[in-house]
């Protein structure tokens, strides 16, 4: 009994608690009673009730961390913070907004009011440790907040201003439920819009400069009995050579063995094939221009192949 007496009079006894937050259970494990607990939580009191049964030990205004860790406290074992919160723990500048979204595996309890949103899913992200708090990786975070954010522009903010790559945003969202998402979808087709809009001048300007023929873009080759080849960025029939340089799609260039696979299909078929990296186009353009000549007089010193072009 003395050290429960001690443990009342400790000035550092919000230190024993992360953020100084506590379950009331665990003051009543340490000695204090409901009564005392309570009293210490009325006006004028040095504890304040963040919710039921989460004790803030201080008395001046709860912080974010505190509002954090009860609502850690109260969505209990498991729990990861997700949406603008955990955009905020990652470093985003993105204030609060609406209650603190966690979300906790399938077989957990829910809770959804004004101040906390804990939510089940079947997909419970692998926490990443953000400032000591469970934290869903940001392209989760960055979805989870567009689903309950009804405003194209802050969807748009909160997509594209804070630093989280677009692929990893767009590979979240392909395995998200569309429920919520739509706006989100909305905005990223306007990216991409946008993307292949600006591919489009760049390859057309490096075109120009190499003095070749204005292609056919985005064609799609097969064979002569309509066995699929692939979809090309450029297309030269005349001469049949193929270019991809993945101009329209950076955040997702393909990798270095689907590339070669690609280029090795097109070439059997007697197609002049040539895969460039977008990266090089940026860095190396001299070398790229040169590329495309000898290509192009090279598939022009060919037969032309026996290949079907189709306009998608």
Known sequence: MTS??????????????????????ELVGLGLSGGRIAARCGPGGPWQHLDHGVIFLGDDPPGRLQRLQAALRVAGPGAVITGR?????????????????????????????GSVLVERTSRIP??????????????????????????????????????????????????????????????????DRGVRSAGTRIVTELIRRAGLPTPKWTVRLTTSDDVHLGIVDAWWGDVGLAWDADVHRPWAPRDQASASARVARLTARGV?????????????????????????????????????????
């Open 85 to 113: 919160e955990a955009l905020w723990l990652h470093g985003a500048d993105v204030p609060p907004s609406g209650a603190i979204h966690l979300v906790v595996p399938a077989n957990s309890r829910s809770r959804a009011d």
């Open 126 to 191: 692998e926490a990443l440790w953000r400032k000591g708090f469970p934290t869903a990786p940001a392209a989760r975070a960055v979805v989870d907040a567009c689903k309950r954010t009804a405003s194209e522009k802050e969807v748009r903010a909160l997509a594209l201003a804070n630093s989280v790559a677009l692929s990893a945003i767009r590979a979240e969202v392909a395995e998200a439920s569309p429920r919520g998402t739509v706006v989100l979808r909305r905005v990223l087709a306007e990216v």
């Open 4 to 25: 429960n007496r001690a443990a009342l009079d400790l000035d550092r006894l919000p230190a024993l608690f992360p953020h100084g937050v506590a379950r009331s259970t």
């Open 272 to 312: 002049v094939a040539l895969h460039t990296e977008p990266a090089r186009i940026r860095d190396d353009t001299a070398a790229v221009i040169a590329e495309l000549r000898g290509a192009y007089r090279a598939a022009a010193d060919r037969p032309r192949p026996k290949v079907v072009a189709h306009l998608d």
